[in-house]
């Protein structure tokens, strides 16, 4: 199976920074890679695939990029409501497996 | 507005079996695969199974190969899973997935609300 691994697996942040969530595939994922937000007794939220294409209604504050087994999450502005946990998924190869989660918490 | 609705879940001993189900609205359900994925408390997410818009393509992760079964009756809009032999590493929360596509699509664009099963004597 192809391990992820994010990181940090936390992150303290305030609002209106910047903030960077790594994602790294123990194999090349061409790309095969999507993004979730997750809040506490929810279920997640898709928020980008194919690495960098933002899903439907969600903010462009939200950004992706990377390729062969390394990606980046970026939220560019800190909103109130996108203290959360961020996992990421690759869907290269079955079974599709996640990342184990960073959460972002408010500093 | 697409909706998907997770029932099914409960206390079960070890050994025991349960079936949920996922209810789907505000889209022709065929047309997309879904997949089952769970979390147990406190852990990550883990792909359970996924199954074919029609139904004629199943796949499972190891850890439930021979003990769940996938299925679903597109005239019904509905998904299940068939849960048997069940251990206590079963013990989690069940989440059904929408795939974007009918075919082999395992990004999750629409989320159920999920369905704890607890596996416990």
């Known amino acids: 199976d192809i391990q992820m691994t994010q990181s940090p697996s936390s992150l303290s942040a305030s609002v209106g920074d910047r903030v960077t969530i790594t994602c790294r595939a123990s194999?090349?994922?061409?790309?095969?890679l999507a993004w979730y937000q997750q809040k506490p007794g929810k279920a997640p939220k898709l928020l980008l695939y194919?690495?960098?294409r933002l899903e439907s209604g969600v903010p462009s504050r939200f950004s992706g990029s990377g390729s062969g087994t390394d990606y980046t999450l970026t939220i560019s502005s800190l909103q109130p409501e996108d203290f959360a946990t961020y996992l990421c998924?690759?869907?290269?190869?079955?079974?599709?497996?996640f990342g184990q989660g960073t959460r972002l918490e408010i500093k | 507005e697409v909706q998907l609705l997770d029932s099914g879940g409960g206390l079960v001993q070890p050994g025991g079996s349960l079936r949920l189900s996922c209810v789907g609205s505000?889209?022709?359900?065929?047309?997309?695969?879904m997949s089952w994925v769970r979390q147990a408390p406190g852990e990550g997410l883990e792909w359970v199974s996924g199954?074919?818009?029609?139904?004629?393509?199943?796949r499972y992760a190891d850890s439930v190969k021979g003990r769940f079964t996938i299925s679903r009756d597109n005239s019904k809009n509905t998904l299940y899973l068939q849960m048997n032999n069940l251990r206590a590493e079963d013990t989690a929360v069940y989440y059904c997935?929408?795939?974007?596509?009918?075919?082999?699509?395992?990004?999750?664009?629409?989320w159920g609300q999920g369905t704890l099963v607890t596996v416990s004597s």
């Open positions: 194919v690495a960098s």
């Open positions: 998924q690759q869907y290269y190869r079955i079974p599709t497996t």
């Open positions: 194999q090349d994922i061409s790309n095969s």
């Open positions: 997935g929408k795939g974007r596509t009918a075919y082999g699509d395992y990004v999750f664009d629409y």
């Open positions: 505000g889209l022709t359900f065929v047309n997309y695969a």
């Open positions: 199954i074919s818009g029609r139904g004629d393509n199943t």
